[in-house]
């Protein structure tokens, strides 16, 4: 619980100035309990009514991409992130607090979920599964150094997506945004 406080407090330092352009300390937006009802969208990102929702520093495998099992059969890498998302939010009762606003609107949020009478980080959990990633800069820089370590130790384990052939998401979409500049 305390790695989690501690992570959660630096994630704020360093989104706080978003934040501050909306809010004043006294109406900076509460902690919520995720509803069951939530629609997922991505490994990383679910809607709840009219909001969107996005964790701070995960980046799932991208929707119709594909990952290759040893076998040399083929499966969606994104459903398979979104489908370990959707278990976790399942199984547990999870708490986010947002932190910032994303380019397209979608609110940044830092979640813990409680499993068996754990307090676990989400993005922790399924990056250290192997089903999602560290999210990083446009310079390829990680927005959270825990999250690195996990994705790390998930590479070297062979966890996860880590166990097929697939095209990391960070390196496609920093991919993309270079070809885009030209």
């Known amino acids: 619980m305390k790695r989690t406080s501690f992570a959660l407090l630096v994630v704020m330092a360093v989104c706080s100035p978003t934040l501050a352009q909306d809010a004043d300390a006294s109406t900076a937006p509460a ?94 959990a399924l990056i250290s599964t192997g089903y999602a990633f560290a999210a990083t800069t446009t310079k390829g820089e990680a927005l959270n150094g825990s999250y690195l370590v996990a994705e790390v130790n998930a590479k070297r384990k062979r966890t996860g997506l880590w166990n097929t052939a697939f095209q990391h998401p960070v390196r496609l979409l920093l991919k993309q945004a270079s070809e885009t500049k030209k």
């Open 31 to 124: 902690p919520f309990t995720v509803s069951r009802s939530v629609q997922l969208l991505t490994g990383d990102t679910w809607s709840d009514g009219d909001r969107v929702f996005r964790l701070y520093g995960v980046q799932s495998c991208l929707r119709g991409t594909t990952a290759e099992v040893p076998d040399g059969h083929k499966i969606d890498c994104g459903n398979a992130s979104l489908a370990h998302l959707a278990a976790l939010f399942g199984d547990a009762e999870v708490t986010c607090q947002p932190m910032g606003y994303a380019l397209d609107k979608a609110v940044f949020v830092v979640c813990a979920a409680e499993l068996g009478g754990a307090t676990i980080d989400v993005g922790t």
